[in-house]
């Protein structure tokens, strides 16, 4: 394949690293993340703790491992949920069309006057702080995103000619959504996931920031930056090493995103 | 033109110097972790309630100093009766509650008896116990009987729990709070801050302050910066010691280091399973090593107890050699207990920063013994109900800030559960001691019998960390009460 894109492949390069650094940290980290050293705390970087390590002595490189597999764990649960409910939905209101389509898309209106951050700390708040929760809160606000990108890009194909032979033909409404639409819009919606992936990863380190998200003792990367808070002037690379791992988790995604949209969207390609 | 325009900047300048010189700083705003669920210090456990209201808007009979001897509040004097059971108190004349209810005898008599009767709500009931009764001979003289020699009876009288309170409002107390105080109550905006001003009829000598405000910060990092913005004059309980040699290196705040009466604690549920077996609870005390707790949650601050009572404390014993850090032992007691590895627990979590980064310390040290600790950091509201009220937990971690309160160990129904019949027999004869030897040496079988039992695994005592600007003066140091008297605060020039 020839090489499109530059940032698909900064991008899939970064998110690859982060995917398979979660992966390791499920099997192995230099430290146990979770193991407290009070004797060596606020420790700077050196050989054994390449990282340095935090206020309690924990060890940062493994925290930061261990931090990427609860914020990947959170943001594709989050996505999965979205994405599996709002799919659907969307393409059942740009099926139906009528008024199943506007209230589809009223309610979507609906969630999204109100700011999704604070509808998901509301819902932490109500159900419980946790990671669990986080995914749902998240999850939920993902829901109507995915539902109105999949409507919209449906109702173009439903208007094609090869969707009205297939009616001719007898297929209904499912099997046209499934055979015909589905696949067409697939490039989109992959798109969107990147980037809702990218959104969800900041969502859940903003929950975490505020005790919302992944409870202690587990590391995250949103509690570690709120831990290093209070110590910024005693040891301020515990506040950067988080601050890294979440930006470049973000900026590897909205890479990858936009590297696939240049791949991916017919309408971007022919202009190359 | 040159030495016009020198003219206009120092009469500028002047004019400034003089602005500032007249505008002198007389109102401070002070710093708290928890806001008080009411504030109405005699209805209620919270010492957030007492450290807004006492001395500032409520006084009682007695008062306690900073350094955490009795003195005259309400009563001018007193006397007492060679068999220790008449009290007379000659009460200040003229003293008046801010909704201009005189002061008199007949208020002490309400406010003891509504402290005593059986309905009462009042958090330290044990404290008017030994009253018989409260007499009037005149409006000026308050006759107090006990039922048995009390040696601790002016100092009890001088809590926040045995404040005046009016009968007219003493039912409204909680949200409008009225007393005889130097400070009157303004406005209370829920969630953030609590204002008082200085009250123009005091019946004492004016305090310097014209108004006091109480803003509650609970987050470490937050409260950092109000301290270093200056929204927050003092935060005489401040909950970031790891940031304090930021502030002692800057000349515009000073730091105190000084000791409360917290004891800092693991409460556990004793009716609970597993809790109710000793071994678990040992094997839990066993497990956690408390120098190294001190050190990740405090940053240093506070002293290792081994029983419910501060090293300050009168008749104090060291116990803190009964469970040292043992992880093995602790396994061993586990296993005779019948706790499997991958037993989980759950502790509630208060805001305190103890409680949230201690919580944090405990589960990595409990890990280590095989106990999976699942932390629940939850509001302070949420506390007082589902812990203190319901005593539905595990376990918890909070700080008990009421001097020398055995006592707590001696209810039939407080919220660890913690029943010992030969535990109150102990506490019925301390109480009833009159003589100091007997009594101080009960004191120590007292702190014995607890560190044996170990209803609750004895943490350290809370120091008072304490960072203002530097030029406050008159803050208290140490905290024998939990109180933020302002009564003696001002702003040097």
């Not at chain 1, 940062?60 to 597999?69: D, E, F, P, Q």
């Not at chain 2, 705003?29 to 209805?43: I, K, N, R, S």
């Not at chain 2, 100092?155 to 009225?178: C, L």
């Not at chain 2, 990595?364 to 600790?373: R, S």
């Amino acid at each position: 394949m020839r090489l499109r894109s530059r940032s698909l492949v900064v991008g899939a390069v970064i998110s690859a690293t982060m995917v398979s650094v979660a992966g390791v940290s499920l099997a192995w980290t230099p430290y146990p993340p979770t193991a407290i050293d009070i004797v060596h705390k606020l420790a700077a970087p050196s050989p054994t703790h390449p990282f340095g390590t935090d206020h309690l002595g924990r060890d940062v490189l493994s925290m930061i491992m261990a931090g990427a597999s609860s914020s990947l764990s959170v943001a594709l649960i989050a996505v999965v949920v979205g994405a599996g409910l709002g799919v659907p939905l969307g393409a059942f209101a740009a099926a139906r069309g009528g008024w199943i389509d506007d209230l589809t898309m009223r309610g979507c209106d609906l969630a999204f006057a109100f700011p999704a951050l604070l509808t998901a700390v509301m819902i932490t708040a109500l159900a419980g702080p946790g990671a669990g929760n986080a995914m749902l809160a998240i999850g939920i606000f993902n829901i109507p995103v995915f539902a109105r990108i999949t409507r919209s890009a449906a109702r173009q194909v439903w208007g094609r000619d090869f969707v009205l032979a297939a009616r001719t033909a007898g297929r209904g409404d499912i099997g046209i959504t499934v055979v015909h639409v589905l696949p067409n819009i697939a490039p989109v919606l992959v798109v969107q996931i990147t980037i809702q992936f990218a959104l969800a990863i900041v969502a859940d380190a903003g929950l975490s920031y505020v005790g919302l998200g992944t409870q202690p003792p587990f590391p995250s990367w949103g509690r570690m930056l709120n831990d290093a808070q209070t110590f910024i002037w005693r040891a301020p690379l515990l506040a950067v090493f988080p601050g890294v791992a979440i930006t470049l988790a973000v900026l590897g995604l909205n890479l990858l995103g936009d590297g696939l949209q240049d791949v991916l969207d017919p309408r971007l390609r022919r202009g190359r | 033109m040159t030495r016009l325009f020198a003219a206009l900047a120092g009469s500028v300048l002047a004019g400034l110097a003089a602005m500032a010189t007249a505008q002198a700083k007389d109102t401070i705003t002070v710093g708290m972790v928890l806001e008080p669920p009411g504030l109405d210090p005699t209805a209620g456990a919270a010492s957030a309630i007492r450290e807004v209201t006492y001395a500032n808007i409520y006084e009682g009979l007695t008062r306690i100093d900073a350094k955490g001897q009795v003195q005259a509040g309400l009563a001018e004097s007193w006397s007492i009766s060679k068999d220790g059971l008449t009290y007379t108190f000659k009460l200040i004349r003229g003293a008046k509650f801010h909704d201009d209810t005189p002061f008199a005898c007949n208020i002490v008599k309400f406010s003891y008896e509504r402290a005593m009767a059986p309905d009462s709500v009042n958090a330290q009931k044990q404290l008017f116990e030994p009253i018989a009764r409260v007499e009037c001979p005149d409006d000026g003289t308050a006759v107090v009987t006990l039922k048995r020699p009390t040696a601790l009876f002016l100092f009890d009288m001088g809590w926040g729990d045995a404040v005046m309170v009016s009968p007219k409002s003493a039912a409204t107390n909680a949200s409008d709070p009225v007393g005889t105080g130097p400070f009157k109550f303004k406005q209370w905006v829920k969630g953030d801050r609590v204002e008082m001003v200085a009250n123009p009829d005091y019946w004492g000598s004016r305090p310097k302050l014209s108004a006091v405000t109480f803003k509650f910060v609970s987050d470490p990092s937050a409260a950092t910066a109000a301290v270093l913005a200056g929204d927050i004059d003092a935060f005489p309980l401040f909950p970031a010691p790891e940031a304090l040699d930021q502030f002692k290196a800057d000349a515009r705040f000073a730091v105190h280091v000084g000791t409360t009466e917290g004891k800092t604690i693991v409460a556990l549920n004793n009716t609970k399973k597993p809790f109710d077996d000793i071994r678990v609870r040992r094997a839990l005390a066993y497990a956690i090593d408390r120098k190294a707790l001190i050190e990740g949650a405090q940053s240093g601050f506070g002293a290792p107890i081994g029983s419910h009572y501060t090293p300050g404390d009168p008749g104090y014993i060291d116990l803190t050699g009964q469970y040292p850090y043992d992880p093995a032992k602790a396994k061993a007691l586990l296993g005779e207990a019948g706790i499997k590895p991958g037993f989980t627990m759950t502790f509630q979590l208060p805001p305190p920063t103890y409680a949230r980064r201690g919580g944090e310390v405990i589960a990595a040290m409990l890990d280590q013994v095989g106990i999976k600790a699942k932390l629940v950091p939850i509001e302070w509201g949420q506390w007082l109900d589902q812990v203190f009220k319901r005593t539905d937990f595990d376990a918890t971690i909070i700080s008990h800030t009421e001097a020398r309160d055995l006592d707590i160990y001696a209810r039939d129904k407080y919220y660890f559960n913690y029943n010992s019949p030969e535990y109150k027999a102990l506490y019925k004869q301390f109480v009833e001691a009159v003589d100091p030897k007997v009594q101080s040496d009960l004191v120590g079988k007292l702190q014995q019998k607890l560190a044996e039992d170990e209803p609750n695994v004895f943490l350290f005592a809370l120091a008072k960390v304490g960072v203002a600007n530097a030029k406050i003066r008159g803050l208290w140091y140490n905290d024998p009460v939990p109180a933020n008297d302002m009564t003696g605060v001002s702003w040097a020039e």
